[in-house]
């Protein structure tokens, strides 16, 4: 919306401040100035005004702000007609139909009048606006409008067949508005007819056939008030965003329609002709008593204090937000405020009759302090200002007009801070996860129905995909039911910009269940490529991704404490999903319940994905990890004595996994076996078939004594003797 | 190995003191990185140095040296036994092949924390060191929590698809019930004054969904903090205060605040929040659009149509009301932070942040 600053001095000529002090402070007091463009005079500002303030969008809505701000008279409105009287007015009436949507119009017959170009203060204001000029009459109009914001219309007189009828459409009838177009109107829309046609619709835009032309001499002006929501409906389907349109649907002012109708006369008379009758002014009590003459409400100095707290003013023990800054901006904002602490004419009568002192100088005295600075007001709101409804609505325009950066910077006595019940678990998780070389991401919260139909099966029913009714695309809509997808397309993007080198995580919510009630989890994934895969004793480099997957699952787990121990984490190469490649994925499983998978994406998968290098995926419910207690460590006496390292090398069929091997040493319970690891895992399928080789190193050490030579060879030899018993040869 | 054994011909003062003087510095220069070796060669019951030197001077001395000689020959001694139990005293530089110190170091390369949710982890901690505490909620809300109670009217246009992401099959439900994806984090506001009664002071990080286009500065997930304090006598000078050292901490002490009037739904007086330019110090540049102020934050105070639904609930769920706006105020606020995150990093795409690109994630290694 653009401003002029002249025009805002026309109505403020004591304004003292220069056009860029005035744009900062109506910002600052929310009335935001965005540009400010310097014209041969005065300065056109660009303003953003919020929805909720219609009544500022107009030069006379911004002149009363800064009257408020620097406290100064606004000159007021209006324009006094003389009319020729006359014996019989021009007939209106409010059809029933329309009773509920028009709630008031006023009217007023010019005759005799000139159309001819504007000039004065029109035709400089609008050539400051680069408004486009059209006639007295059509110019008149959209002065008003944009002087003090109310719409007005002027029909030709002499057009009209009969009186005015504000009456709702009927279904079908035809109206030829003023940009040219006919529309065929429905039954709720509202219409200004004559007797025999729709001259307008209401609000919104007028009819053609009863334009202002060069050959006009009589006028009727037309200032009105409409329902918001009827000229809302019919703005939007007729697709006619008029400024009268916008002004209507966000709430007219109803108090202005005869004000609105002088301005717009008495500019048009300017260039000749005469007033024939007083104004027609018809309204609808009951939108009245919902609009201008609404009840007031209740203020209290106190609530203004105790909401907004201290200010860079307040005097020691004395907050400067006073009762009468209070009634000074109030007033200025166009409030009428009523001191309720003074009793009412009843009362104050019981009084006198009570009190033998009444009338003695003390208590005259006293009755005049108490109305200067009244605690409690009665507040009357302004007819413009259909915003403010509550006692908090004025505390904020107190607030407002006192400027938000006079207010002081104050601290609220601090609460306990109680931590949140996964905040720790979710920090050690992403803690541990750093450490192990992942870096965390944050992935799409959708997915595709081709991805959740290839990475997610439901467990069980009442686990389905959650649709989207309004899906950002095609590839988004569901909610993804797991983070896989997200990860798998993260990874193809780091390789597809030839970023070989990639280890992600993404801790995040999967939702599942029916669009009644959906089920949020909390979720890991890994993500794991590399172009240079080395390996890592015992692993070769081709399966060394999947066990760093492996040892990041257990380093994750070991960070809970597990009921069952340390051995309720097991693995499986059995019910691994379908996205995995068989035989080169597992299950994680805690006592036996799925805590999540991990492996290498399928062939298949990653040649259809055109991926240069196999990806390792895992993925893990932290909804079941978080419910485990974190570890809590109680550290153990440190030995003493010399630990002692015994490696044996056996050749082993390769139906003997390490689990095996360690199960035949652990069955031995040598309780001064420290550890047993594999050092060394040795294939040569061509050369070797059906075997491998494997160096198996354990520590044996005792916290109360020195080894001696011959237990060490007895442990020796049962361990040599438990091995060849699983099939194993000892080599040289 | 075996040296010739010098000769001493004169056994006046001045000789032995020469003659043992490079003994002794024959001992300094001796290599001990092999104790056993120099032990052998300078103390060897047979062969040792010591003993074959003492042995040829003490022969051809006259006996009146013989004594200054023994004492000599014991402090030699000594002089070899504390080479001996220097450990190591010499490196042996020879032997070993010198570094090229200009080759890059190596290191285990850490996993990298994601910039936003750092961003995000510092923000909560601001508020933790103010006595908030963390709660947290579901993304699919309902509009009873996203809406309703934060007093959206029936047709504002957060509520219509154009704005926000909607769950399919909602249109048979109560409208309270209808579930969506929650726009901001407010919800939870709602949901901890339900809970739990007066004072509250939470701190809510958290994901959340618009139905916006992607661009440079947009995207339709993004993430935001929402903080309320509800207490009695919570000012609007509080909620200044709060966020002037809340943004002072995130941003550096220079910093300045300054609130304007603006609108939410659920707070009256509502405020917008700038903070004084972290690039040019409030002179104007093009990071500030020459303005010298950022726009950082939105706020206000409680509106008491907000306590008045949390209050409805909580005697429909069979608790007592709670936040009667006679005797309780409080004070919400909200950042989205992405943009602090962008701002504190110069990242000109937001896009970047969903990407899982490692090109981006390792500038923040
Ligand atoms: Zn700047």
Redesign the interface.
Known sequence: MKILTAWLRHYLPALPVDDLQLAEDL????I?VEGVHPLSQGHLFEMDI???RVDAMNHYGIAREAATIYNLPLVPLGANIAAIPTIAPFPVRIDSSAETLCGRFTAQVLRNVTIAPSDGLIADFFALLGQKQISNAVDASNFTLLGMGHPTHAFDLDKLEGGIVVRLAYKGEKLKLLDGTERTLEADDLVVADEKKAVGLAGVMGGWDSMITPETRNILVEAAWFDPASIRRSSRRHLLHTDASHRFERGADFNACPTANALVSQLILTAGGHAEGALIDITQPAIAAKTSARSGIALSVQQVQ??????LDDAEGESALTSELVQQYLTALGCTLASADQPTEAEALTALNEDPQIGGPSAVASHISETDSPDSFHVQLPSWRLDLE?E??L??EI??VYG??H??????????????PT?AAEAAV?TR?????????????FASQSDSDLFYAPAAPGQGT???????SEEASL?RPTLIPG?V???S??LN?D?K??????QG?T?TGS??A?T?SAQLSL?LTTGTPQATAPHSAADAPIFELKGAIESLVSLFTLPGGPAALTFSTESTPAWLQQGRAATAMLNNVALGYFGELTQAETQKRKLRQPIFLAQLDLTALYALPLKRVTARDLSRFQAVERDFSFVFPDSIQWHTVTSAIQALAILELQSLAPIEVWRDKKKYPGVYSLLVRTVFQSHHRTLREEELTQWHSQIIAALTQLGGTIRA | MNEAIPQLVNYDEPSLEAAFATLAEEVRAADTTDPEAFRLHWLGRKQGRLKLVSEAWLKSAPAEARKPLGIRFNQLKQQIEAALEAPAAKPAVAAVQGIDISLPGTFRAPGIPHPLLKTMQEIVAVFHHLGYSTNLGPQVESDFYNFEALNFPPNHPARDTQDTLVIANQQTRPSRDRLLMRTHTSPVQIRTMIEQGPPVRIVIPGKVHRNDAADATHSPIFHQVEGLCVDTNITFSDLKGTLDHAMKALFGSDVKTRFFPSFFPFTEPSADVQISCIFCGGKGCRKCKHSGWIELLGCGMVDPAVFAAVDEQRIAQGKEPAYSPEKITGFAFGMGVERIAMIQHGISDIGHFYSGDMRFLEQFA
């Open positions: 910002t600052l007091r929310g935001a919020t929805t909720n105790r909401h907004l707290g201290t200010t509550r908090i609505d505390i904020e607030a407002r938000y950066n207010f002081a910077n104050t601290l609220p006595t601090p609460g306990i801070v109680i931590a949140h905040a992403r996860l750093l450490a192990l070389g992942f870096s965390e991401a944050i992935s799409s919260t959650i649709a989207m009714e309004n899906p950002l909610l990860m397309a993260m990874l993007n780091n910009r970023v080198e990639v280890r992600l995580f993404e919510h939702f669009t009644a959906v949020e993500g």
